[in-house]
């Protein structure tokens, strides 16, 4: 089988495409240059594709690059910014998943003849009860990926290969040591690979748009302080929020058209339900199928908890909480899972 293996620079997918090599396939290593500004961080910088190219040249494999970086602009970078002028907090490595890591990828693989792509992701892609295929939680639930590839339809799922999702992450680095890979002691990617690790979110965001400051407030309207930029306020925020002394409080609500920021206790931050938009279905039939009770997991390793779920309309759905749980901040993805907590069944972005 001819496969195409998304090549990041990481240990993981120099292990897959060194599995899928071993096996017999016709591997052929790409990596997506994505971002074209200054990086040190996440995985598009440019030592991480001089590694991806080496670690190719080890395993005696062809090595592409293609260029998405105005795919990645379009519908990561530029939608980020937006987000923030907005008052919501995005997650854009879950868009880069989306339209680059897997619809840009596998559209391409097509094109070009392979009968896959591959990547490094810790997940795993096994048939349910019912037959079709699904996103299921990787080996290592330390590293479980399936939150960030929750959105693959199941065509795509039969196109995709995930050759480490079987293994726990000290088993990748044993083999990628044991092969001499050029990758095998480098440290994860951790940060959003656009926003270098001197400047941050503020200097990335100070130097494209211009930053309001905004009036604090607590649940009674009584004024509490004043924040210099509002647009890197963010629900459920506890710092910076230069309030001074007394007990901790947290970030309620942010309003960024009325420049008002809302604090208040802990306790305030919890609620009965949520509502979410942008809904992915990767199986239609899971939609019509509701109210059901689901795990819903709120980021890429946190905790899952039971709620019901169910349709207000075509693009809109709520999650009640089995007991009330913190809030989660506008635009902000959360994803779910049958109540064995393995398959995933869709997932959502968080609404006002």
């Known amino acids: 089988m001819k496969v195409l293996v998304a090549m990041s620079g990481g240990v993981d997918s120099s292990v897959a ?24 961080t996440g995985c598009c910088s440019v ?39 907005d008052g919501i ?25 392979f009968d896959a792509v591959a990547t490094g992701h810790h997940a795993r892609i096994e048939p349910s009860a019912g037959g079709e295929l699904r996103v299921v939680r990787g080996e290592d639930p330390k590293k479980d990926q399936s939150y960030v590839v929750h959105m693959l339809k199941e065509d795509d799922l039969a196109y995709t290969l995930f050759p480490v999702g079987q293994m726990n992450k000290s088993e990748v680095r044993e083999i990628a040591h044991r092969h001499g890979l050029r ?31 905004a009036e604090v407030v607590d649940t009674d309207g009584v004024a509490a ?10 629900v459920g925020q506890r710092r910076g929020l230069n309030l001074g ?12 058209p009325n420049q008002k920021v809302v604090i208040g206790q802990e306790q305030d931050l919890y609620v009965n339900s949520i509502m979410l938009n942008r809904l ?40 009640d909480w089995k007991t009330p749980q913190k809030k ?22 968080i609404t006002r």
């Open 17 to 40: 495409a060194l599995i899928l090599r071993d096996q017999g396939h016709d591997v052929v290593g790409v990596t997506m240059r994505l971002w074209g500004g200054e990086s040190d």
């Open 47 to 85: 030592s991480d594709v001089d590694d991806a190219r080496r670690v190719a040249q080890q395993l005696d494999i062809d090595h592409l690059v293609f260029n998405f970086s105005e795919e990645f602009n379009e519908h990561v970078v530029a939608p980020y910014i937006q987000a923030h002028v």
């Open 89 to 113: 907090t995005p997650n854009p490595c879950i868009e880069c998943n989306r339209h680059l890591k897997f619809d840009r990828l596998i559209e391409r693989g097509r094109a070009l003849g």
């Open 183 to 213: 990758t095998a002691g480098k440290p994860d990617s951790q940060d959003v690979c656009f926003i270098g690790s001197t400047s941050g979110r503020e200097g990335f965001l100070g130097s494209r748009i211009a930053f309001r400051s």
């Open 225 to 234: 302080g004043q924040v210099d930029a509002v647009e890197l306020v963010t």
């Open 245 to 256: 002394g007394g007990p901790t409080r947290y970030v309620l609500d942010v309003d960024v």
């Open 280 to 319: 992915s279905w990767p199986y239609q039939k899971d939609a019509v199928n509701l109210p059901t009770t689901i795990l819903v997991q709120g980021s890429a390793h946190g905790a899952r908890f039971e709620g019901t779920l169910s349709l207000v309309d075509k693009n809109m759905a709520r999650v």
């Open 328 to 349: 989660i901040a506008p635009g902000q993805t959360v994803v779910f899972y049958d109540v064995s907590d393995r398959f995933v069944l869709g997932g959502g972005v």
